[in-house]
């Protein structure tokens, strides 16, 4: 429903995520200490050397369970190579990440902080290293430490095909965006193509699928709307891509995106009653979704457009 956002259910977000919270998680899962080693033990057999005595696993998983921040050892790669990291985990490590999120509308200072609670082990010993690499690249990026951002967007890189399909379109759409930012257009429209191939991906679901889709149209537009100097402006080639975006009332931003984008085309194009109508809508879809920050860019746009008398 709109006023929703995808992946986000209301409730605060975790702090962190310490050893003790993830053994839990799966330990109860499981039906406590005992079933958990023995499944630890069944799920290892014939892959890594796991002690063969539950009860010694069964202490080891103990003993990682007090570890809070620490390095998970031996019995942290194991636990994490054989039953991954808690769903809601995943689900807040992708929140905190992605630039569509509400979260990303919050000061830079209080969404660093946040994402350097999870910038430790389990989390950063697992497949969500990627996600916090992201986020904490685009956070660096906009406190203009262009430095960091760069180490922190290689390390993304690194990880983000086994973090799968969405942290990989994430990283990409930000390097492509970096890149257009140094000038490096070449370089942006490859990542572009890429990201083409990886919405392919059935692995992703629609509602992943449509975001990054938007977000990656949005990119490819401003090429065409912000050409290099010497370059003429392609306006109705940018309205074509703005015009390819799938709108649908649960996702606001994507509806957003493609009000937004077509206002400001026809605005500049000359049409102003057409642009006016569209960035209102852009900011009801903002509105909507509480997407603060991409309401304010919508009411910045209109007031360009129909200024005070």
């Given at each position: 429903m709109p006023g929703q956002e995808t992946g986000h259910?209301?409730?605060?977000?975790?702090?962190?995520?310490?050893?003790?919270?993830?053994?839990?998680?799966?330990r109860e899962r499981c039906g406590g200490w005992a079933a958990l080693a023995d499944e630890l033990i069944r799920r290892a057999a014939g892959v890594v050397e796991?002690?063969?005595?539950?009860?010694?696993?069964?202490?080891?998983l103990r003993r990682l369970a007090q570890r809070e921040h620490k390095p998970g050892r031996d019995y942290g790669r194991w636990m994490l190579r054989f039953f991954g990291v808690p769903p809601d985990a995943e689900r807040w490590a992708r929140w905190i990440a992605q630039y569509h999120s509400r979260f990303a509308d919050l000061p830079s200072s209080l969404r660093l902080a946040q994402l350097r609670r999870w910038d430790q082990p389990p989390a950063s010993e697992s497949r969500l290293a990627a996600w916090i690499d992201v986020g904490v690249a685009s956070v660096l990026s906009r406190q203009g430490d262009d430095a960091g951002c760069r180490q922190r967007l290689e390390r993304a890189a690194s990880g983000a095909a086994h973090a799968g399909p969405a942290c990989e379109l994430e990283v990409m759409l930000f390097s492509a965006f970096f890149a257009t930012n140094e000038g490096r257009r070449d370089r942006s429209e490859a990542l572009f193509d890429a990201c083409d191939a990886r919405l392919a991906d059935p692995a992703l679901s629609r509602e992943d699928r449509l975001c990054y889709r938007a977000r990656l149209l949005v990119q490819r537009a401003y090429h065409r709307t912000k050409p290099l100097r010497g370059e003429s402006a392609d306006l109705l080639g940018?309205?074509?891509?703005?015009?390819?975006?799938?709108?649908?009332?649960?996702?606001?931003?994507?509806?957003?995106?493609?009000?937004?984008?077509?206002a400001y085309c026809h605005w500049q194009l000359g049409d102003v009653d057409r642009g006016v109508a569209l960035a209102r809508a852009a900011a009801r879809h903002a509105g909507d979704g509480g997407l603060v920050r991409f309401r304010v860019m919508a009411l910045n746009l209109l007031s360009r457009m129909a200024p005070e008398p």
């Open positions: 259910t209301g409730e605060a977000p975790p702090g962190d995520l310490p050893w003790s919270a993830y053994i839990a998680h799966f796991v002690p063969s005595d539950p009860g010694s696993v069964e202490k080891g940018a309205v074509a891509l703005f015009e390819q975006i799938e709108t649908d009332d649960e996702l606001p931003f994507v509806c957003f995106r493609r009000a937004a984008g077509l």
